[in-house]
């Protein structure tokens, strides 16, 4: 099964959802802002995607954590960071058994999906 990760009034995950939606590709949403996320996702995803990809750097909540927060770069950092703070996650991300995505992509989606 497909599963979009990301948070329902972000305008790139709506949009994910219409895509996905519009072509009848069966996803789950996982709001990540409700459900969380937990060490095992982030280790998963960062086999297949660069950390510094996930972490989205331009979100309110980056510009509200300490300065000391923000200088862990390794990848046990940000996947700290990732799971202490869900909505640092790039949105969105999509997880599914043929690949892992980050941001909105149909030129992506069209090759994996259709």
């Keep these: 099964m497909t599963v979009i990760y990301g948070i329902p009034n972000c305008d790139k995950c709506r949009k994910a959802t219409k895509w996905f939606d519009?072509?009848?590709?069966?996803?789950?949403?996982?709001?990540?802002?409700?459900?969380?996320l937990d060490t095992s996702m982030v280790k998963n995803w960062l086999k297949h995607v660069d950390a510094h990809e996930l972490l989205n750097r331009r979100s309110t909540t980056w510009r509200q954590l300490s300065d000391a927060e923000r200088t862990g770069s390794g990848t046990a950092d940000i996947a700290r960071l990732l799971v202490q703070h869900p909505t640092l996650l790039k949105r969105p991300l999509v997880e599914s058994k043929a690949a892992v995505t980050v941001g909105y992509d149909e030129r992506v989606w069209k090759e994996l999906y259709l």
């Design 22 to 36: 519009s072509k009848k590709i069966p996803y789950r949403f996982h709001d990540v802002r409700q459900d969380g």
